[in-house]
């Protein structure tokens, strides 16, 4: 879909958008954050493609979804897995956490508020760079936090209903916790256009 | 002058480049993509600047500037990173660094890389 | 109309805050009234840093400008920040779990929503912590439970299994020996230990106790190492009894059984006291030449036991067929 200079590019804007959302997270845990964004890919869900690894880890997610709008506009989502979201959670409460085992996740209500500023925050940051870097304004609302089980054969029944999927694959750590989790922004075809077309524009430019 | 730019980003390395090219053409300019090339062509090169990001692969900015300071290297290091955070600032600015800027690279920013290596 | 909205947005059950660019309350709704016990009138036009220390420091103030600057929302959870509203409704103590949810209205117009579910959380607090309850009361039951079975099986004194014990594991042993169509044979021994009461009459309980722990430590120790295939328990008082299973026909339980005697022959050294000696008796029966069921078994080793205590003890018998 895109070459590798423009993913270049497109990565490290995004390593801005992502930093600066580590730095607000880490105001919010009290500690260092490290959060990077190894890999950066554009999937079309229409094709089969294969991609460089699963789309996001199956088994229980927490996901985090808004969708955003105006001139540039899809849905944005976060997803990880739910074992570590109690490690950010505690992390983010300032909580020593205890090892969890697979079939535990006692995440309880208060964790869900904790999980909903979280994405709340990573996903403030990379839509509204996204739509700064783009000069336009978009809207966008507090996202839906939801705890879910997804098998592997339904990870791609999950993203269905987008076509073109902005797969940022992040990383974050705090503490010890380390957490690996992925920023799905799912594009129509027009905004995914615009951004391409920034992209172009800002490497025409050197 | 000897310049090494360091970064995982081509697209950084490919700006940063140009813009040193343009305004010292006689510069001597090396590239690396990691932290450890860039700590192989330091000890190599002994250059006088060196512009290097944090979050890199092999061997981050931070572990970078930590191994030359160890290995008594005194130079003028500028670190151009998309890391905001407060304790970051703090950590690298204990390896005597000359100036920390933060990414996104603007035109601002960029002239003030300039001036900096320019001396002024 | 607008009347009627207003009417509406104090019937809401969340706080509603308006707040212009310097951050000064402009509305501020019933809820919010009765949860602080600080009416619209006293608040209007002061900064709502007055009015919520928290607001105050400049993580939360500079939080409220850059969501003018940016238009982008802001979800603040009560259990990361803690809480901005003292709510006067609810005892103190309670684990507060208030959250806003701050966005901008327009330039000149802040919202703050804030939701208070304290009085829910506490409830959900206190069932979880009554599910704990009776989750730990349920572990400990089981432990006793565990502990009563322990109990029942072994014999307190020599801590052999008892009775019961024995019982189940003969019954056990010679379901497997039949449904295996097992070639083997077993044994089962009768101990009566013929000096006890003599003992006991002699130098008291104690003694005697102390000679039972160790018979019971010289026989299972034995047994263990001739690698026997055995089990022995403490039947009552002065009797044993233990079985053993031979792959090479009775000549086995012959020594066994005069291995037991060379053990319980040997001198018993309580403190205190001149080593001190003591016989026992031994009656053996056979499955499945003698018997083929427990209580035939026992039965039969019981029969043989009383023929070696009539005919002049500290030897062992194999149970004769009249």
Redesign the interface.
């Known amino acids: 879909m895109i070459n590798?200079?423009q993913k270049?590019?497109l990565?490290?804007?995004i390593?801005?958008f992502?930093?600066?959302a580590?730095?607000m997270l880490?105001?919010?845990a009290n500690q260092?954050?490290?959060l990077?964004v190894p890999e950066v890919e554009i999937v079309n869900m229409a094709e089969e493609e294969v991609l460089s690894h699963n789309l996001f880890s199956h088994g229980h997610i927490v996901s985090s979804s808004m969708k955003f709008g105006n001139e540039f506009s899809g849905r944005a989502m976060l997803i990880f897995p739910a074992k570590k979201a109690k490690f950010l959670?505690d992390a983010?409460?300032g909580m020593e956490s205890e090892e969890v085992l697979d079939e535990e996740f006692h995440l309880?209500?208060?964790?869900f508020?904790?999980l909903?500023?979280i994405s709340?925050?990573i996903l403030?940051s990379v839509i509204?760079e996204f739509s700064n870097l783009l000069d336009t304004?978009v809207?966008?609302?507090?996202p839906d936090v939801e705890l879910l089980f997804v098998s592997e054969s339904e990870q791609k029944m999950y993203l269905k209903n987008d076509i073109y999927m902005l797969m940022l694959y992040t990383s974050f750590q705090l503490a010890e916790a380390k957490i690996d989790g992925v920023v799905i922004v799912a594009l129509g075809m027009n905004s995914l256009n615009k951004l391409i077309d920034k992209i172009n524009e800002i490497?025409g430019d050197? | 002058m000897k310049i090494i730019i360091a970064d995982d980003?081509?697209?950084?390395r490919?700006?940063v480049n140009?813009l040193i090219s343009t305004e010292f053409p006689n510069a001597q300019i090396k590239l690396c993509t990691n932290g450890k090339e860039a700590y192989e062509a330091y000890i190599e090169m002994e250059p006088d600047w060196l512009i290097t990001d944090l979050?890199m692969p092999e061997m981050s900015g931070q572990q970078l500037l930590s191994a030359l300071n160890v290995n008594g290297k005194k130079g003028k290091y500028i670190v151009v990173?998309?890391?905001?955070?407060k304790?970051?600032k703090e950590e690298v600015e204990s390896y005597g660094i000359v100036k920390f800027i933060n990414?996104?690279l603007n035109p601002d920013k960029l002239q003030e890389l300039i001036n900096l290596i320019r001396g002024e | 109309m607008t009347k009627c909205f207003y009417d509406l947005l104090d019937k809401l059950k969340i706080g509603i805050i308006l707040l212009d660019r310097h951050h000064r309350i402009i509305f501020w709704n019933q809820w919010m009234s009765k949860k602080t016990e600080k009416t619209a009138s006293e608040v209007l036009s002061i900064s709502i840093e007055e009015i919520s220390p928290k607001f105050a420091s400049s993580?939360y103030s500079s939080i409220l400008d850059s969501i003018f600057e940016?238009?982008?929302?802001?979800?603040?959870?009560?259990?990361?920040h803690g809480t901005f509203f003292q709510n006067f409704e609810l005892q103190p103590g309670y684990d507060i779990?208030q959250?806003l949810?701050i966005?901008k209205v327009d330039e000149h117009t802040l919202l703050i929503q804030v939701e208070d579910?304290t009085g829910h959380?506490q409830k959900?607090k206190q069932l979880?912590k009554f599910i704990d309850h009776l989750e730990k009361e349920n572990d400990e039951i089981k432990q006793m439970e565990e502990i009563s079975r322990k109990i029942a099986m072994q014999d307190t004194l020599t801590q052999l299994p008892n009775r019961l014990s024995f019982l189940n594991s003969l019954e056990l042993k010679l379901n497997e020996l039949k449904n295996t169509n097992s070639k083997n044979i077993l044994g089962v021994f009768f101990i009566d230990l013929d000096d006890l009461k003599k003992i006991n009459d002699t130098y008291g309980h104690k003694v005697g106790d102390e000679i039972l722990i160790e018979f019971a430590n010289r026989v299972s120790t034995s047994l263990n190492s001739i690698n026997s295939k055995s089990f022995i328990a403490r039947l009552a008082g002065d009797e044993f009894v233990f079985y053993s299973e031979s792959d090479s026909g009775i000549a086995k339980f012959n020594s066994q059984a005069e291995i037991v005697l060379d053990k319980i022959n040997l001198p018993f050294n309580i403190k205190n006291l001149i080593p001190l000696k003591i016989r026992a008796s031994i009656g053996i029966s056979v499955f499945p030449y003698d018997a083929t069921t427990v209580e035939d078994l026992l039965d039969k080793a019981d029969k043989a036991l009383y023929m070696v205590k009539t005919s002049g003890k500290n030897n062992y018998e194999f149970y004769k067929h009249p």
């Open positions: 590798e200079l270049d590019l990565r490290e804007y390593n801005v992502i930093g600066q580590a730095s880490s105001e919010i260092r954050v490290i990077s959670v983010c409460m309880i209500d208060t964790d508020d904790v909903k500023e709340n925050v403030n509204g304004t809207e966008f609302s507090i490497l050197i | 980003s081509s697209f950084v490919t700006i140009k979050l990173s998309a890391d905001v955070q304790g970051t990414k996104p | 993580k940016t238009g982008q929302s802001r979800f603040l959870s009560g259990a990361v779990k959250n949810q966005e579910l959380y959900v979880r």
